[in-house]
């Protein structure tokens, strides 16, 4: 399955430089990196970057990832992927722009 994880401009420039990135501030505070399915993806972004711009979403295959994948409750007890080490450059299937459009994130064909 292909999940998700949406990274600011900041956030994407030092994955490409470093090749690894614990992630959004939320995601170091928290202890892992959040992603989204493809169902909750949109929520996630209006929720947690509404009005943001220059946002890239980052497509991981969740069976890549091993051990390190957990599937845990969050908003409204839906089981979200969280990933307990740091997110590889090298795990990235595929980084397209969400541009927003009319004050809403428009999202990329995600196959």
Known sequence: ?????????????????????PGAPVDVADGYVHFSTAEQLAETAARHFAG?????????ED????DALRWEPSRGGALFPHLYRELRLSDVVWARPMPLDGGAHRLPALT
């Open 52 to 60: 943001e711009d220059g946002l890239m979403l980052l497509a991981v």
């Open 63 to 66: 069976a890549a990832l091993g």
């Open 1 to 21: 399955m292909t999940i998700y994880k949406i990274l600011r401009p900041a956030e994407w420039a030092a994955l490409q430089s470093a090749g690894v990135t």
